[in-house]
């Protein structure tokens, strides 16, 4: 079984400035997917970055960006120019790999509540 | 095209009642799971279908709870007898039958369930 771990309970931060929100997780799979979800006080969940364990680079999304360190199992994300709409619950998630199509069920962290002072 | 759809929004129950949770997936896309977030929790995976199949139940109470994706109409998540410990947010998410983006996952806004 997959877990993933958010050890930032909470973080706050100014407005403009960046913020590295990190994620560990452990699995035994080789094959699979990490994901950073954000949910706003609407608790919409928002798909922010995805990042296929198979590829070295790094992904990046305008402001947000991730360093994935595969050996480490670490996924941080990295926010730029902090703005006040990013004031939200962010969290990391881990999918297996599957071969037939579809996908497969998504393993949470406990989440991080971010908060962006003006 | 429009997003996930669930219904209700905001379901309130008391114990031992029914409660039914409907999800609409987007539109060409074949697959639904079933997620449920409990207060200052992360979301836990519950089960995943496609039209007329569980295809995975793993995270499903052995009891109480059903689930099912007919071939017409929305994915029904049940849940008998209510009791306290199941108020929560229930998320529904889907995603295409496409082998190039078999990853991606869309949410719904969730059913917010009450159990009084």
């Known amino acids: 079984a997959q877990t993933v771990t958010q050890s930032q309970p909470e973080m706050s931060v100014q407005e403009a400035e960046t913020v590295t929100l990190s994620c560990t997780y452990d699995?035994?799979?080789?094959?699979?997917?990490l994901f950073w979800y954000k949910q706003p006080p609407s608790r919409q969940m928002i798909l922010v970055i995805r990042?296929?364990?198979?590829?070295?680079q790094n992904a990046t999304e305008n402001r947000f960006s991730v360093n994935f360190q595969k050996a480490a199992k670490s996924f941080s994300l990295k926010i730029s120019d902090s703005q006040l709409g990013d004031t939200a619950m962010y969290f990391c998630a881990f999918m297996k790999g599957s071969s037939g199509g579809g996908a497969d069920g998504l393993t949470f962290g406990k989440g991080t509540h971010l908060i962006i002072q003006p | 095209n429009a997003g996930v759809m669930q219904n209700p929004r905001h379901l309130v129950r008391r114990r031992g009642q029914e409660a039914r949770l409907r999800c609409s997936p987007m539109k060409g896309h074949s697959h639904v799971y079933w997620y449920r977030q409990l207060p200052e929790e992360g979301l836990k995976f519950m089960v995943y279908l496609q039209k007329e199949n569980i295809i995975d139940e793993s995270g499903m109470p052995k009891e109480r709870f059903s689930a099912e994706f007919p071939k017409e109409g929305p994915s029904i998540l049940r849940i008998q007898q209510v009791v306290r410990g199941d108020s929560a947010a229930y998320f529904c998410?889907?995603?295409?039958?496409?082998?190039?983006?078999?990853?991606?996952?869309?949410f719904g806004p969730g059913t917010r369930l009450t159990v009084t």
């Open positions: 699995t035994s799979e080789n094959n699979y997917y």
């Open positions: 990042q296929e364990a198979y590829k070295q």
């Open positions: 998410a889907s995603s295409p039958f496409d082998r190039d983006l078999f990853y991606e996952q869309y």
